[in-house]
């Protein structure tokens, strides 16, 4: 492969900077792609996405997390605990956090259901914020959370592609974070949402002996020869997620 | 009064990992403690090794007790896989507690990440105290697939094993396929080697 090739190639790919995840990816994730980050409560999909905001921050790549989920003070709370985390990447501007559901209330909309406008509204906020920012990563936690507030599966449908399309045509690679409940087989809480995304990343977990093994697995990925193997997961305060060959054998 | 036993148990152990890769010792339960103390002695003195010490018999705060020199030794980190198990919660910077021994993979991780740290032209060097005690944690099945692992993993690091295995009925037929994963092995007897 000529030089100038690979570097296209390589520029072309959305390193999420943690190392085994990119190997699984094949270097990374495709740019512009929207990835849906799915596990239950305690599954690790927060600090994953955080992570990849922090690593692309520290690369150059400017970015946003949107919560709807939980406030901002807790969720900075929580990752205060990462020695990955680092307060100066907010305070550059280089990490944006912002609380979804003070911007609805800004923008006066019902907080608990949107309408039609409303879902256009905020599609609109979204976009203006991550243009004028210029990011080149977003971070929605949750997906779900924002779907319960879409009336209909048309609505989440429309909003997802719309948000996804606007967002590729930036070169913005985007996580939606999804959340199901335990040990259950399935990526979304509508069924739509994966249907939506480029990528499917599904955080579980199982039993051995009693105790819950977290586990990864990189279930679609468009545009990218990635593995499908299930890993295991570990979160550390110092070293974040990591990945590891899961051991074959069942108990 | 020097310990034979114990002289001869360093002696064996020096000569084994200069020439292999991974070492596994088979060894009663008699001799456990002479072992301990062959291999603590035999770490101190290399002080420009680098070692990484997993234990799954002992706490760790029970090795340092009794054997407080080590817990002074500048190369040597330990991951104890049993105390947190066991709601024995104590942090040391010198030492990585797991969850648990059945947390496998995540012990792969934290060896692999401990030696990541060290220089590179080090000489390296992984304890495993014990793959016995791990079966009593783990079926015999996914312990095995854990060691070649890490025996492969750490081979192409250019780091030595040594796998203690304390032989115990019942559990010869498990021990004997993971101990010959090893490049050698050395049978402790009572007073012989």
């Known amino acids: 492969m000529q030089k100038e090739e690979r570097l296209t190639i390589e520029e072309g790919l959305c390193k999420t900077g943690i190392e085994q995840l990119d190997i699984m990816l094949g270097g990374g994730i495709p740019t512009g792609s929207t990835v849906l980050v799915v596990g239950s409560s305690g599954s690790g999909k927060t600090t994953l996405c955080m992570q990849f905001l922090i690593n692309g921050a520290i690369q150059g790549e400017r970015g946003v997390f949107f919560t709807i989920t939980e406030p901002l003070f807790k969720l900075t709370k929580n990752m205060e605990g990462f020695n990955f985390y680092d307060k100066k990447l907010i305070e550059s501007g280089m990490l944006n956090l912002i609380d979804l559901r003070i911007i609805s209330e800004r923008l006066g909309l019902d907080t608990e259901k949107y309408t039609v406008e409303d879902a256009s509204a905020l599609l609109d906020i979204l976009r203006d914020i991550a243009e004028e920012l210029n990011v080149k990563r977003l971070v929605i936690d949750s997906i779900t959370a924002l779907c319960y507030r879409l009336q209909t599966p048309e609505m989440i449908r429309d909003f997802i592609f719309k948000l996804g399309s606007s967002l590729a045509a930036m070169k913005c690679t985007t996580l939606l974070t999804s959340e199901v409940p335990p040990m259950t087989f399935k990526y979304s809480q509508y069924g739509i949402e994966e249907f939506i995304s480029d990528g499917i990343m599904f955080l579980g977990d199982f039993e051995r002996k009693g105790d819950l093994i977290r586990t990864f697995q990189l279930v679609k990925m468009r545009g990218a020869a990635h593995s499908r193997t299930k890993s295991a997961m570990s979160i550390t305060a110092k070293n974040g997620v990591e990945l590891a060959p899961l051991l074959k054998s069942r108990e | ?193």
């Open chain 2, 1 to 193: 009064m020097p310990n034979v036993l114990i002289d001869g148990l360093k002696e064996r152990i020096s000569n084994a990992i200069k020439v292999n890769q991974s070492i596994g010792i088979l060894l009663p339960g008699s001799n456990y403690y002479d072992l301990l103390q062959a291999l603590f002695e035999h770490i101190q003195v290399n002080s420009s090794d680098a070692w990484v010490y997993v234990t799954v018999s002992k706490p760790y705060d029970t090795l340092i007790k009794q054997y407080d020199y080590i817990s002074e030794a500048k190369n040597v980190k330990f991951i104890d896989c049993i105390s947190r198990a066991a709601g024995i919660l104590r942090t040391d910077d010198n030492c990585i507690y797991l969850e648990s021994p059945t947390m496998l993979e995540i012990l792969g991780l934290e060896i692999m990440n401990t030696f990541r740290e060290i220089d590179e032209n080090t000489d390296k060097y992984l304890v495993i105290d014990s793959l016995s005690n791990l079966i009593i944690y783990n079926d015999a099945d996914i312990v095995t697939e854990f060691f070649y692992h890490i025996v492969n993993r750490t081979r192409a690091k250019d780091i030595h094993t040594i796998s203690l295995a304390i032989e115990e009925e019942g559990l010869e037929k498990h021990l004997n396929r993971l101990i010959y994963l090893n490049d050698k092995i050395l049978k402790v007897r009572d007073s012989f080697i």
